[in-house]
Antibody, heavy 119, light 110 residues
């Protein structure tokens, strides 16, 4: 079964850091682009970041550029999102998602992990 | 990276057909055939319903269809069912390795 399981969310103070993980199983992880998408409380989906299948290219939304870093570990079949200088507006459920290499959509999603930035 | 524009809510009766709109610009929807649609039930993860404007993933009912004209994409659900009640989000590739979502539309089945 194709599965994505996020972890690492929690409560963090403004200015703090957190690293999210997304464990992939049931498919060839290294063949897919991977994404992070977030959803603030009562709000819509917002694209955060994408990394290509071989990790050669990474892109970010303007709102997180310079603060967040996406990465992937082929040996561990795991996607990461390192989040630094966190702000209250980063509070959200963070979803990881898979996308076919060379295409531009997300076909499998995890259940999400919740990040709360508050003092 | 401005969000795509979707109506906040739509409603319909069982058996009816309903169409959601998603308006962008020539830099996103109008510039690429990479519009996708996602269904999200409360408290659940999003589910892919349509990709590349009008393609349907295996397992998604053929009651769901997508189209695009200029800077506006549309999702149509025919034969509305109670389980279709959910939030629906459009998404478009916006060039330069960036993506943009719409604000979402809440579908109520009366």
């Amino acid at each position: 079964e194709v599965q994505l399981v996020e972890s690492g969310g929690g409560l963090v103070q403004p200015g703090g850091s957190l690293r999210l993980s997304c464990a992939a199983s049931g498919f060839t992880f290294s063949s897919y682009w991977m994404y992070w998408v977030r959803q603030g409380p009562g709000k819509g989906l917002v694209w955060v970041s994408r990394i290509k299948s071989d990790g050669s290219s990474r892109s970010y939304a303007d709102s997180v550029k310079g603060r967040f870093t996406i990465s992937r570990d082929k040996a561990k079949n795991t996607l990461y999102l390192q989040m630094n200088s966190l702000r209250a507006e980063d509070t959200a459920v963070y979803y990881c998602a898979r996308g076919p290499r060379g295409d531009y959509y997300m076909d499998v999603w995890g259940k999400g992990t919740t990040v709360t930035v508050s003092s | 990276q401005s969000a795509l524009t979707q109506p906040a809510s739509v409603s319909g009766s069982p058996g009816q057909s309903i169409t959601f709109s998603c308006t962008g610009t020539s830099s996103d929807i109008g510039g690429y055939n990479y519009v996708s649609w996602y269904q999200q039930h409360p408290g659940k993860a999003p589910k892919l319903m349509i990709y590349d404007v009008s393609k349907r993933p295996s397992g998604v009912s053929n009651r769901f269809s997508g189209s695009k004209s200029d800077n506006t994409a549309s999702l149509t659900i025919s034969g509305l069912q109670a389980d279709d009640e959910a939030d629906y989000y459009c998404c478009s590739y916006a060039g330069s390795s960036e993506w943009v979502f719409g604000g979402g539309t809440t579908l109520t089945v009366l």
